[in-house]
T-cell receptor
C-alpha cells in the first residue's frame, strides 16, 4: 500500500511568484487536506477537498487555492507569494464514507522558502 | 472555535524510563476525536494514537497510552520504556465530527529528547 506522497520536497521562490505543490493520496483515500506549518509551530488547516470539491477552508486568503483530481490527487496553488508563506506544507489523506471521515495520514511535506 | 494547548515546549527522558506529555483542549462539542502525532526531524507527521471521545476506555498502542479526561478536557500521552527513536516533536490534535469539514486543530507541540 503506497502512502501519501508530495512533490517537490523543497522549493525556493521569490516574492510575487506563484507556486504549485502536489500531493498523491494514499490508496483508497478520497479526501485530501492541506496544512501550513511555520517553523516552530503546529500545522494550520488551509483547506480540504472531497470528491473534487472544496469541503472546508481555514483562515487563509484567496490567493491560496487548490484542486482535486478524479484520482483523488491534489494541488495547492499559492499566488503572489509573500515572505510569510515560507513554511512546510503538509498534505494529508483520509478515507471518507458518507458523513464519516477517518483518520488523516500525512505525507512528508514540501518545504517552501520565499526570498 | 476549538483550541489545543500543549504547555510543555520541551521534555526530556532517560532511555527506558517513562514520560508523560500534556495536552488540554477547549470545545463545546460532545463528540470528537483526539490524536497524538509524532514528527521526527524527517518532517513526516506520523500517527501515534487516537481516542474517540465517546469511548471511556483509554487508548493504548504498545508502549504508548493516553489518559483521557473528558470532563477536564485533558488528553495526556504516556510513553513507557522510552527509546532513542522516540525523540521527536509530538503534537496533540483535535478533530470535530460536525459539518462537512473535519479539520485537525493542532497544539504547538512538545519537543521530546531521549537521553541514552
Amino acid at each position: 500500500e503506497t502512502g501519501v506522497t508530495q512533490s517537490p520536497t523543497h522549493l525556493i521562490k521569490t516574492r510575487g511568484q506563484q507556486v504549485t505543490l502536489r500531493c498523491s493520496s494514499q490508496s483508497g483515500h478520497n479526501t485530501v487536506s492541506w496544512y501550513q506549518q511555520a517553523l516552530g509551530q503546529g500545522p494550520q488547516f488551509i483547506f480540504q477537498y472531497y470528491r473534487e470539491e472544496e469541503n472546508g477552508r481555514g483562515n487563509f486568503p484567496p490567493r491560496f487555492s487548490g484542486l482535486q483530481f478524479p484520482n483523488y490527487s491534489s494541488e495547492l496553488n499559492v499566488n503572489a507569494l509573500e515572505l510569510d508563506d515560507s513554511a512546510l506544507y503538509l498534505c494529508a489523506s483520509s478515507p471518507r464514507a458518507g458523513a464519516y471521515q477517518e483518520t488523516q495520514y500525512f505525507g512528508p511535506g514540501t518545504r517552501l522558502l520565499v526570498l | 472555535a476549538q483550541t489545543v494547548t500543549q504547555s510543555q515546549p520541551e521534555m526530556s527522558v532517560q532511555e527506558a524510563e517513562t514520560v508523560t506529555l500534556s495536552c488540554t483542549y477547549d470545545t463545546s462539542e460532545s463528540d470528537y476525536y483526539l490524536f497524538w502525532y509524532k514528527q521526527p526531524p524527517s518532517r513526516q507527521m506520523i500517527l501515534v494514537i487516537r481516542q474517540e471521545a465517546y469511548k471511556q476506555q483509554n487508548a493504548t498502542e504498545n508502549r504508548f497510552s493516553v489518559n483521557f479526561q473528558k470532563a477536564a478536557k485533558s488528553f495526556s500521552l504516556k510513553i513507557s520504556d522510552s527509546q532513542l527513536g522516540d525523540a521527536a516533536m509530538y503534537f496533540c490534535a483535535y478533530k470535530g465530527v460536525r459539518g462537512g469539514s473535519e479539520k485537525l486543530v493542532f497544539g504547538k507541540g512538545t519537543k521530546l529528547t531521549v537521553n541514552p
